[in-house]
Structure formats: structure tokens, C-alpha cells
């Protein structure tokens, strides 16, 4: 299924780390839509994950950046730019990290170290990019920008842990940046709210695995997959949504809006 959508456009992914990955899936849907990008992670990333393997086969260049430096970024934009031979018109942010999850201290106990750096990494991250986008007038108009949450930002999911309170401040980033890049660029800054999907950064919460399950049940058209993730930010990549901007969009099959279903209510017959 392709339809040219990105066609002549050119972007930045963030966060491909294995085949599991949001953004890797993306990567793919993307190429096959006609757009061209480069591909970045942090250099630790790299080394650990299969990049390469996904640029070979998407014709894309990676430019490694750790997305809390302001140097590696603004190399990164700048040399993207380069690479592709002109401005930018989609970019996709798919990062997040918590320490605390990694080191197993619960939202209770946390180390506020851990806190800061997953707050820098997972949420003033999306900020870094967007100033450094916007300082270097990178943008092309009419281009759009795009950063992955989770609906934990709204209600609380007791496992998400700080990662909850990261996701708000990234949503809220999408709405206040978005301001801007909309009124001197004409760019739109959205969130999608994806499901839980398997990843490595999904299933290091604790409790995934019932949590995936429980979700599945709960969304009248199950959960989203990380390819389903994929075909939505390109619709928000592409000229049919121009009009959409400084929003947190659900894409979940009807979670966030069901109170409860037959299957899970079943659970609980006497
Ligand atoms: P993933 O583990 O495949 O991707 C996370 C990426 O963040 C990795 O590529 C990692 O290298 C990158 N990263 C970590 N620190 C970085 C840094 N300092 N600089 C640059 N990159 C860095 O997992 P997934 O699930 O594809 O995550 C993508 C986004 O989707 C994240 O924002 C995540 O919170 C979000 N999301 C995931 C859900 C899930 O259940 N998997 C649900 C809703 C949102």
C-alpha cells in the first residue's frame, strides 16, 4: 500500500533502534510513501542497535546525535539539511528513557538524578529539537512535526512512574512551541498518543505484558501497532493535514475513551 504521500519530502527520524521500533516502522512507511530522511540516535544507540541495516534499505544517511545536546543537535540540523539538499518538512521525535523504571525505584522512591536526566532525555529533549529547528529556520512551510506520548500524561498508570510526568511536559511542549512554528513558519508540532505497543522502551515498564493484554481488551478496535503508528504520523507528515497543529492526538482504537468493556467486565462475574 503506497500512495506517494511524501513525495519530494524531506525529514529527520529520531529513535530507530531495532526493528521493534516505532520510528523504525515509520522509517520504512515513510520510504515507501516517496520521502527521504536522515536517520539519527544517540551514539550509544548505535552501537547497540541495527541503524545501519535500516538505512541501507531505506537510502537514508545517519548522523548520530544525543538529542539532550544542543551542539549535536544543531550539527544534526545543519547537516541534514545538507544532506538532503534543502529545508526540512517532517520530523518525527520518538525518544524516551527513565532511569528510575531502568534501576526499578518505584514513582515513590525515586533519585532525582534518574528523574532529571529521563525529564532531559524523554521531555525538554522534543524542546532541544524544536528550538534548534526553529534558530536555524530549518523548516520548510507547511512542514510538520511530530513527537510519541502516552495517555499516562492524562491518567495516571501507577508503572509508567516519572515517565508519566515526562510526557505531560512533552505535550505541553507541542501546544507552546507549536504557537510559534505555527505563526512565524507555518509548521504544525503535534503528539500522538500511541497504544502500548513492544518495544524495548515499552516493555521496560513493569507489568507490560498484562498491561498490553488489559489494553487490547479495553480498545473497541484493539491496540495500535507500531506499523499502524507508523501509517498515522505519515498522514501527518503529508499535505492532508495542514490544518492540524498543537494537538495530542489519540491513536489507540478507542482506549482513552472507553470506560469499560464486555471482556473485561466478564473478568469480574461472579
Ligand atoms: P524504542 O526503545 O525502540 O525507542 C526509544 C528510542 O529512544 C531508542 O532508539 C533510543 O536509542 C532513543 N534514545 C534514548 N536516549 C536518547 C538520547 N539521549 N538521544 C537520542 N535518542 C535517544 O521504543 P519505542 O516504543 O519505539 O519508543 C519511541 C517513542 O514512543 C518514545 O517516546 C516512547 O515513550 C513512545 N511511546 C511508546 C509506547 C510503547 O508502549 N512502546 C507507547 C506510547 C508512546
Redesign the pocket.
Known amino acids: 500500500m503506497s500512495f506517494n504521500l511524501l513525495k519530494g519530502k524531506r525529514g529527520i527520524i529520531?529513535?530507530?533502534?531495532?526493528e521493534?521500533?516505532?520510528?523504525?516502522k515509520t522509517a520504512e512507511t515513510v520510504h515507501a510513501e516517496g520521502g527521504t530522511f536522515v536517520l539519527?540516535?544517540?551514539p550509544?544507540?548505535m552501537r547497540m542497535?541495527k541503524i545501519d541495516e535500516l538505512a541501507k534499505k531505506t537510502g537514508a544517511t545517519i548522523v548520530p546525535?544525543?538529542?539532550?545536546s544542543e551542539e549535536d543537535l544543531d550539527n544534526l540540523v545543519a547537516k541534514s539539511m545538507e544532506i538532503l539538499g534543502g529545508k526540512i518538512d517532517f520530523v518525527l521525535?520518538?525518544?524516551?528513557?527513565s532511569v528510575n523504571v531502568r534501576k526499578g525505584r518505584s514513582y515513590t522512591d525515586q533519585k532525582y538524578d534518574f528523574t532529571a536526566k529521563g525529564w532531559d532525555?524523554?521531555a525538554l529533549?522534543f524542546h532541544k529539537v524544536l528550538q534548534s529547528l526553529y534558530k536555524a529556520d530549518a523548516m520548510n512551510e507547511w512542514g510538520s512535526i511530530v513527537?510519541?506520548?502516552?495517555m499516562a500524561a492524562q491518567r495516571t498508570f501507577p508503572d509508567y512512574n516519572d515517565?508519566a510526568d515526562n510526557?505531560a511536559y512533552l505535550e505541553s511542549i507541542a501546544r507552546s512551541f507549536g504557537y510559534f512554528f505555527g505563526k512565524e513558519k507555518k509548521v504544525r508540532v503535534n503528539t500522538i498518543?500511541?497504544?502500548?505497543?513492544?518495544?524495548?522502551?515499552?516493555?521496560g515498564?513493569k507489568g507490560?505484558n498484562s498491561f498490553?493484554n488489559y489494553a487490547e481488551k479495553m480498545s473497541p478496535l484493539g491496540n495500535a501497532t507500531?506499523q499502524d503508528c507508523a501509517e498515522y504520523t505519515v498522514t501527518l507528515f503529508s499535505d492532508y493535514t495542514k490544518k492540524v497543529t498543537m494537538q495530542n492526538l489519540f491513536h489507540d482504537g478507542g482506549f482513552s475513551t472507553t470506560g469499560v468493556s464486555q471482556e473485561v467486565v466478564d473478568n469480574f462475574s461472579e
Open positions: 529520531f529513535g530507530a533502534l531495532d521493534n521500533s516505532i520510528a523504525w539519527t540516535n544517540a550509544i544507540a542497535g546525535a544525543d538529542a539532550t521525535h520518538a525518544i524516551g528513557m532525555v524523554s529533549s513527537a510519541l506520548t502516552y515517565m510526557k498518543s500511541q497504544s502500548p505497543t513492544p518495544t524495548t522502551a515499552g516493555q515498564v507490560f498490553i507500531a
